[in-house]
């Protein structure tokens, strides 16, 4: 069985400060996901300095920071990134980050991560997706807010070099935080699944996490959520953030998911239900005393457990036969009381 790939999205909840990092590296680690990832970017390659925040940063930052000012404050630094990385080697953890330009991802190629995630704002630029064509690495792309014309065109991109289609695993998101529940859509991942012929997974920004699981069992093969160590703190994602309890809660329904959908497909008794065939199944039986050469008909039987005597599927073939001693009632018949 392969596991689902179970990203827990630190992003920017660190605030800028590598201590309040840490400490989500330890609750990513305890929760026991694959990759802790964060965001790898220069404010000035994101954003022009009159740049508008969107609504949910206004209300989540609850200050006037300009959306520069405001990425400014989240950078982390190329000595951040070494540290980070050696503290998840510590914990255990693999350690993930979302490039924003070209240069960003140059760096993150030099420190040799497995894995290239493609933010959703990212799809329509160009430079960075033929700079990740150059690779042949596995390559997570989100799709928040693109259309089916634009996804395609953002794969025509990164496959026009080294980068092969089986190599892409999409992500089917929705760029709002939080999601709605009415806006998921996660039949749109079946959708991106079946048109493009690739894995797909889902990248989530709603509230609880009922949604990743039913994604799990719709296929996902690789599950993206935020999470913080408080909602309540200021910065533009924490709201729509996983707490440590209920980030471990999410990995707990998400392994306990796959294992359920992990069967063969065949309509046959499991090994574990074997046992419980006789036990949960009933046996025809004589609901009252009967004397030798008695007719069988509807009003003698019964159906009672255990199913370890004649089936009741077999009613009809023993009404009208005869018996051929004294029974009592709740007699569990066998082919050896008739005539």
Request: hydrophobic share 40%.
């Amino acid at each position: 069985m392969d596991k689902v790939v179970i990203i827990a999205e630190a992003g920017v909840n660190h605030n800028g400060d590598i201590r309040l990092a840490k400490k989500l590296i330890d609750a990513a680690a305890s929760a026991k996901v694959d990759y802790v990832k964060f965001q790898t970017f220069k404010a000035e390659e994101i954003a022009l300095k009159s740049a508008k925040k969107a609504t949910y940063q206004i209300e989540n930052t609850k200050n006037d920071d300009s959306h520069y000012e405001m990425l400014k404050k989240l950078e982390i630094n190329d000595q951040m990134h070494l540290d980070l990385m050696a503290y998840c080697t510590e914990k255990g953890i693999s350690f993930l980050s979302s490039a924003f330009s070209v240069r960003s991802q140059q760096y993150l190629d030099s420190l040799a991560l497995p894995i290239i995630k493609i933010p959703s704002g990212e799809i329509t630029n160009f430079p960075l997706l033929k700079e990740i064509s150059l690779s042949n690495k596995t390559v997570y792309l989100s799709t928040g807010m693109a259309t089916i014309k634009e996804i395609n065109a953002a794969m025509n991109v990164l496959c026009s070099n080294k980068l092969t289609r089986d190599k892409i695993t999409l992500l089917h998101c929705n760029t709002e935080y939080p999601t709605p529940y009415k806006d998921v859509n996660l039949k749109a991942m079946l959708k991106l699944q079946k048109t493009f012929d690739v894995a797909v997974g889902y990248s989530d920004h709603t509230l609880g996490i009922e949604v990743p699981i039913a994604a799990v069992a719709l296929g996902a093969k690789v599950i993206e959520k935020h999470f913080t160590l408080d909602k309540t703190m200021q910065g533009p994602d924490h709201i729509a953030s996983l707490d440590p309890e209920e980030l471990k809660q999410m990995v707990k329904l998400i392994r306990n998911t796959e294992f359920a959908v992990s069967g063969n497909g065949e309509k046959t008794p499991s090994k574990s239900e074997i046992k419980n065939i006789l036990i949960a199944r009933k046996s025809i039986c004589i609901v009252k005393d009967i004397t030798t050469g008695t007719i069988i008909t509807n009003n003698h039987l019964g159906s009672l457990r255990p199913g370890n005597g004649i089936s009741p599927m077999e009613w009809e073939t023993i009404i009208g036969k005869k018996v051929n001693k004294n029974l009592s009632k709740g007699h569990q018949l066998s082919r050896e009381d008739f005539e």
